[in-house]
């Protein structure tokens, strides 16, 4: 069992659906993360909260809208998304870290959600 | 810029014996982490062991150890007595700015009965 919840593992959506994706950690970490995975490549950094403060946008396009309501949640809205943005999207979470202060400590993963776009 | 090269698309193993994946790095990072992450067919991203730049001796996880040369700037995996749940894909990273992790391409293994 992973100690990072991502809700839903599926889902399916239109483009012009607006749904979102919800990770929750209660390992007392500070930095949480959204990442992209497409089949049989690497998983690519979307954002990185710090400290509930959005700390990296990876040039996300803003169909893709991230929120950290509390240091446990991460959400990740999604608005008239494209058949392209059909992947796996993957949470994590890390003890966290201050400015340009890197910690260098380990990402926890949750299982990932699968988006399917029609 | 960090980078992380996985040279390795797949790798066969029998089952009981030991793997090794390699994984070499570039950065100009004083500091950095490297990192080794499981992924099986069902997507969930393992974390599997951790080797500081620092740190003097090679990191060891159970079955897994890391042979880590600072010099040549590798970072290989060492999968000892392989089982049939070790079939997967395995991702080198390491951390840049920010605590950014950078992923190879990865490698996947298949282990034989």
């Known amino acids: 069992d992973t100690e990072v919840t991502q809700t839903p593992k599926h889902l399916v959506m239109g483009m012009t659906n607006k749904k979102s994706l919800k990770c929750e950690q209660h390992?007392?970490?500070?930095?949480m993360y959204w990442y992209k995975q497409k089949a049989k490549k690497p998983p690519e950094l979307m954002f990185v909260y710090s400290y509930e403060k959005l700390s990296i946008n990876e040039s996300v396009p803003s169909r893709f809208s991230p929120e950290c309501p509390n240091s446990s949640l991460l959400n990740l809205h999604l608005h008239a998304l494209q058949p392209e943005d059909s992947a796996l999207y993957l949470c994590?979470?890390?003890?966290?870290?201050?400015?340009?202060?890197?910690?260098?400590?380990?990402?926890?993963f949750g299982d990932g959600t699968r988006l399917s776009i029609l | 810029a960090q980078k992380i090269t996985q040279t390795q698309p797949g790798m066969f193993v029998q089952e009981k014996e030991a793997v090794t994946l390699d994984c070499t790095y570039d950065t100009s990072d004083p500091s950095y982490g490297l990192f080794w992450y499981k992924q099986p067919s069902s997507g969930e991203m393992i974390f599997l062991i951790y080797q500081g730049s620092y740190d003097q001796q090679n990191a060891t996880e159970g079955r897994y150890s890391l042979n880590f040369q600072k010099a040549r700037k590798s970072a290989n995996l060492v999968i000892s007595a392989s089982q049939l749940g070790d079939s997967a894909m395995y991702f080198c990273?390491?951390?840049?700015?920010?605590?950014?992790?950078?992923f190879g391409a990865g490698t996947i293994l298949r282990v034989k009965s």
């Open positions: 990273a390491m951390t840049g700015l920010g605590n950014k992790l950078v």
């Open positions: 994590a979470s890390s003890q966290g870290y201050r400015g340009l202060f890197r910690e260098n400590q380990p990402q926890h």
């Open positions: 390992m007392g970490h500070r930095a």
